[in-house]
Nanobody
Framework: QGQLVESGGGLVQPGGSLRLSCAAS????????MGWYRQAPGKQREFVAA???????NYADSVKGRFTISRDNAKNTVSLQMNSLKPEDTAVYYC?????????WGQGTQVTVSS
């Protein structure tokens, strides 16, 4: 019955910024590795960024240096700060939480980068 809910998506011009948030409920949040994935129409879902329970972060090469993942265990949230956005960043972005024996996905939020 764990649930993840994303917010913060929208339309932004190339070079702009957006901040996505994911609120978790029904799980012991601090035990989970949290991540962001994205999927463009007709393409496979791909890894974007992740942050462990120990706050170690990892990024896909395509977003390294532009995106920053963070978590707030007191608020049960994980965020993705996206800067210097490019049209190829356009996708539905999904929040994911996992630990041994459990995996949860959010419903996704649309990010469109276009002039």
């Amino acid at each position: 019955q764990g649930q993840l809910v994303e917010s913060g998506g929208g339309l932004v011009q190339p070079g702009g910024s957006l901040r996505l948030s994911c609120a978790a409920s029904g799980i012991i949040f601090r035990f989970y590795t949290m991540g962001w994935y994205r999927q463009a129409p007709g393409k496979q879902r791909e890894f974007v960024a992740a942050i462990t329970s120990g706050a170690t972060s990892n990024y896909a090469d395509s977003v390294k240096g532009r995106f920053t993942i963070s978590r707030d265990n007191a608020k049960n949230t994980v965020s993705l700060q996206m800067n210097s956005l490019k049209p190829e960043d356009t996708a539905v972005y999904y929040c994911r939480g996992d630990k041994f024996g459990a995996e949860y996905w959010g419903q996704g939020t649309q990010v469109t980068v276009s002039s």
